[in-house]
T-cell receptor, first 111, second 113 residues
Framework: QQPVQSPQAVILREGEDAVINCSSSKALYSVHWYRQKHGEAPVFLMILLKGGEQKGHEKISASFNEKKQQSSLYLTASQLSYSGTYFCGTVSGGSNYKLTFGKGTLLTVNP | EAQVTQNPRYLITVTGKKLTVTCSQNMNHEYMSWYRQDPGLGLRQIYYSMNVEVTDKGDVPEGYKVSRKEKRNFPLILESPSPNQTSLYFC????????????FGQGTRLTVV
């Protein structure tokens, strides 16, 4: 079952902040975040593991609430280059190899 | 350069004509997977492989086959393609399982007429 992302789309002006949420009905082992620009492959942003460990780019911040099976990606002081579709992917407990993606959040940053 | 290479990038074929999309990685990754991407549906996993000769179904495996005879290669086989398999396909690899960063290939846009 795919995780649910919100919002589906968001439009920002350069310099504004945004939060993208991801929630699952299953107990999660980890949450992944990727960004995809139009016509390109998804690119890794961050992994958040159960227990608090995070792996990813320093300029990206995210949270993982294990009890609520939710994660949020925080984009601060947005730049034009942040535009794209953001996907969260979840790995549920018991299956360490199956990554299920949400439907994506389209972020547009305007000058 | 570390990369995942898919071929072909674009393919138009007819219903029922068997085809193979190749995927190769040069990072000695254990884990490889295939996804399809359709508008409004995000990325859906087709098959994944934890290591050589070890594969398992993802969320949408019907109509697809895979094999992992070598660590670096993970081809996707459509034995009898149908129009509902028209999609954008991505191959991905990661060092070990899903606790590590996934590297994606550039995608294969398949059209079945």
């Amino acid at each position: 079952q795919q995780p649910v992302q919100s919002p589906q789309a968001v439009i920002l002006r350069e310099g504004e902040d945004a939060v993208i949420n991801c929630s699952s009905s299953k107990a999660l082992y980890s949450v992944h975040w990727y960004r995809q620009k139009h016509g390109e492959a998804p690119v890794f942003l961050m992994i958040l593991l159960k227990g608090g460990e995070q792996k990813g780019h320093e300029k990206i911040s995210a949270s993982f609430n294990e009890k609520k099976q939710q994660s949020s990606l925080y984009l601060t002081a947005s730049q034009l280059s942040y535009s794209g579709t953001y996907f969260c992917g979840t790995v549920s407990g018991g299956s360490n190899y199956k990554l299920t993606f949400g439907k994506g959040t389209l972020l547009t940053v305007n000058p | 350069e570390a990369q995942v290479t898919q071929n072909p990038r674009y393919l138009i074929t007819v219903t029922g004509k068997k085809l193979t999309v190749t995927c190769s990685q040069n990072m000695n990754h254990e884990y490889m997977s295939w996804y399809r991407q359709d508008p409004g549906l995000g990325l859906r996993q087709i098959y994944y492989s934890m290591n050589v000769e070890v594969t398992d179904k993802g969320d949408v495996p019907e109509g697809y086959k895979v094999s992992r005879k070598e660590k670096r290669n993970f081809p996707l086989i459509l034995e009898s393609p149908s129009p509902n398999q028209t999609s954008l396909y991505f191959c991905a690899s990661s060092l070990e399982g899903m606790n590590t960063e996934a590297f994606f290939g550039q995608g294969t846009r398949l059209t079945v007429v």
